[in-house]
């Protein structure tokens, strides 16, 4: 089979079989801190038939199953695109910029294509991708996905090295204010870097184990972090405070207080990242320990680029 083909007898039925390689163990995918989306390269689709599982494949280029992309939402809102087996989700990036954050699920550069071009006939300028490592950049640029922004990416044990514990009224939060966490976000962080509700609600879901974590001070939220962990690394997925609260410790004490929760969720290791030129941010972070990794995030785009805020 060569690049663009979708191997299936069926599409969209539930018993097909998908061969794929996926970087488990490798350090690259420990540090992700966006390992929940699992792009994944594909490279066959079977299904099996009988007793002896004997294995037919009928090939079928992705401009034959155009026609059956299936779209369920309606833009611009979150939308599920499908073709057969392959599979991705769109949403605004945030609340400013209506263009789309894809996450491709399932699927190869043809269909990361079609999504796109159905995407760019909803009217949207650009698309981008989610951060993302080098090695799961390929799919993006063959389907025609260019650089857009760097995120340097941070680490640290979390067993043998000393950190401050929080005694500063940080709390875990099991109901989360999310209009005023969104809020604390929308100050601390503008333009295209903000995040929208959904974008807040899906860095508290990425991980099967994660915490918000909250400042408050008089009777609103004044700073909030959310982490994650999958398997022994805990993620720093964001971090914020509000401006007017500058100053007070406030960063200190809600990053010394996920590092405590990862501490006692038994992590190993803490990973975040930060754009390059906050060096704030970095400054606060190498105070509590954190050295840059050898690798960076790679957010892409396709179409128009959009001016940083």
Same mark, same amino acid.
């Given at each position: 089979m060569h690049e663009g083909e979708l191997a299936?007898?069926?599409?969209?039925?539930?018993?097909?079989?998908?061969?794929?390689?996926?970087?488990?163990?490798?350090?690259?995918?420990?540090?992700?801190p966006l390992t929940a989306l699992r792009v994944t390269r594909s490279s066959v689709v079977t299904q099996s038939r009988g007793m002896a599982r004997n294995y037919n494949l009928h090939v079928l280029t992705l401009a034959q199953v155009d026609s059956l992309l299936r779209v369920e939402g309606s833009w611009p809102g979150t939308i599920s695109l499908s073709a057969g087996w392959y599979r991705a989700r769109a949403r605004p990036w945030n609340e400013a910029i209506a263009d789309p954050m894809l996450?491709?699920?399932?699927?190869?550069?043809?269909?990361?294509?079609?999504?796109?071009?159905?995407l760019h006939g909803q009217g949207v300028e650009t698309v981008y991708s989610p951060a993302l490592y080098p090695s799961a950049t390929d799919v993006w640029r063959r389907a025609g996905f260019d650089d857009f922004v760097s995120l340097e990416i941070m680490?640290?044990?979390?067993?043998?090295?000393?950190?401050?514990?929080?005694?500063?009224?940080?709390?875990?939060? $099991?109901?989360?204010?999310?209009?005023?966490? &969104?809020?604390?976000?929308? /100050? *601390?962080?503008?333009?295209? #870097? !903000?995040?929208?509700?959904?974008?807040?609600?899906?860095?508290?879901?990425?991980?099967?184990?994660?915490?918000?974590?909250?400042?408050?001070?008089?009777?609103?939220?004044?700073?909030?972090?959310i982490v994650g962990m999958q398997w022994s690394t805990v993620y720093l997925h964001r971090i914020?405070? $509000?401006?007017?609260?500058?100053?007070?410790? &406030?960063?200190?004490?809600? /990053? *010394?207080?996920?590092?405590? #929760? !990862?501490?006692?969720?038994?992590?190993?290791?803490?990973?975040?990242n930060v754009r390059p030129e906050n060096t704030k941010a970095k400054r606060l972070y190498e105070r509590m320990g954190f050295v840059s990794a050898t690798t960076a995030l790679e957010v892409l785009r396709h179409g128009q680029p959009r001016l940083l805020n």
């Open positions: 299936a007898l069926d599409l969209g039925r539930p018993d097909l079989h998908h061969i794929e390689t996926r970087l488990s163990n490798s350090q690259e995918y420990r540090l992700d996450r491709l699920e399932r699927g190869g550069a043809d269909f990361l294509r079609l999504v796109t071009a159905h680490e640290r044990p979390l067993v043998g090295m000393p950190f401050p514990i929080n005694d500063t009224g940080v709390l875990i939060e $099991r109901r989360p204010d999310w209009e005023q966490i &969104l809020e604390v976000d929308r /100050l *601390a962080f503008e333009g295209f #870097w !903000g995040m929208s509700r959904l974008g807040l609600r899906e860095a508290q879901k990425t991980n099967r184990t994660s915490a918000v974590l909250v400042a408050t001070g008089k009777g609103k939220v004044s700073g909030y972090a914020a405070v $509000r401006p007017e609260e500058g100053g007070r410790g &406030l960063g200190s004490a809600l /990053l *010394a207080s996920a590092l405590d #929760w !990862g501490v006692r969720s038994s992590g190993n290791s803490m990973v975040l």
